[in-house]
């Protein structure tokens, strides 16, 4: 990941209604956990977005392991911690319905397709599924927005899954 030293200005000011999200997937892991190679990267992530002037006012993530590693080491290679908290509400499939997220992965991959897509395919066809991933984004849109609200002005950091999480959040801002 490359980023340019943000000179003053290249961000634009916040005004103090405003709040900057910077919204990751989670780092790859094993078992839930960062891969130390992972780790690593996240260390220097941080160092580079500390390097653009980037500051964080606090940290939202899912309540899996792996995001909450994947928030920490970014803010350890930033050189400064703030507020982190985790939210339910930014959680992945498995631990609303770890049945249904296995059943998903198994038709997926019979059909040679990655899970996240396979997903957004079954939208078009189950009413329920549409119904539970348009549910599924305004949870997540509401966990950023509640967690946001004190951090009116600043940037925050938010962590969370693919697929059935993050991209119907997005849409749903």
Same mark, same amino acid.
């Given at each position: 990941?490359?980023?340019?030293?943000?000179?003053?200005?290249?961000?634009?000011?916040?005004?103090?209604?405003?709040?900057?999200?910077?919204?990751?997937?989670?780092?790859?892991?094993?078992?839930?956990?960062?891969?130390?190679?992972?780790?690593?990267?996240?260390?220097?992530?941080?160092?580079?977005?500390?390097?653009?002037?980037?500051?964080?006012?606090?940290?939202?993530?899912?309540?899996?392991?792996? %995001?909450?590693?994947?928030?920490?080491?970014?803010?350890?290679?930033?050189?400064?911690?703030?507020?982190?908290?985790?939210?339910?509400?930014?959680?992945?499939?498995?631990?609303?319905?770890?049945?249904?997220?296995?059943?998903?992965?198994?038709?997926?991959?019979?059909?040679?397709?990655?899970?996240?897509?396979?997903?957004?395919?079954?939208?078009?066809?189950?009413?329920?599924?549409?119904?539970?991933?348009?549910?599924?984004?305004?949870?997540?849109?509401? %966990?950023?927005?509640?967690?946001?609200?004190?951090?009116?002005?600043?940037?925050?950091?938010?962590?969370?899954?693919?697929?059935?999480?993050?991209?119907?959040?997005?849409?749903?801002?």
């Amino acid at each position: 990941m490359e980023f340019k030293k943000i000179e003053r200005g290249c961000f634009r000011e916040l005004v103090p209604t405003e709040v900057r999200i910077l919204f990751m997937r989670h780092a790859d892991h094993e078992e839930n956990i960062v891969t130390s190679d992972e780790q690593s990267k996240l260390f220097g992530q941080g160092q580079k977005l500390a390097d653009a002037g980037i500051v964080i006012a606090g940290t939202v993530c899912s309540t899996a392991d792996r %995001a909450l590693m994947t928030v920490l080491g970014t803010k350890a290679g930033m050189g400064k911690g703030s507020c982190t908290i985790t939210d339910p509400r930014l959680s992945d499939l498995g631990a609303e319905d770890p049945e249904l997220k296995k059943n998903i992965k198994a038709a997926a991959q019979a059909a040679g397709k990655p899970s996240e897509e396979y997903i957004f395919e079954m939208c078009q066809t189950s009413d329920a599924i549409y119904e539970m991933m348009e549910r599924r984004g305004r949870e997540g849109a509401d %966990a950023l927005w509640d967690f946001a609200q004190q951090f009116r002005g600043r940037t925050i950091l938010a962590s969370s899954h693919d697929g059935s999480r993050m991209e119907v959040v997005i849409a749903s801002l």
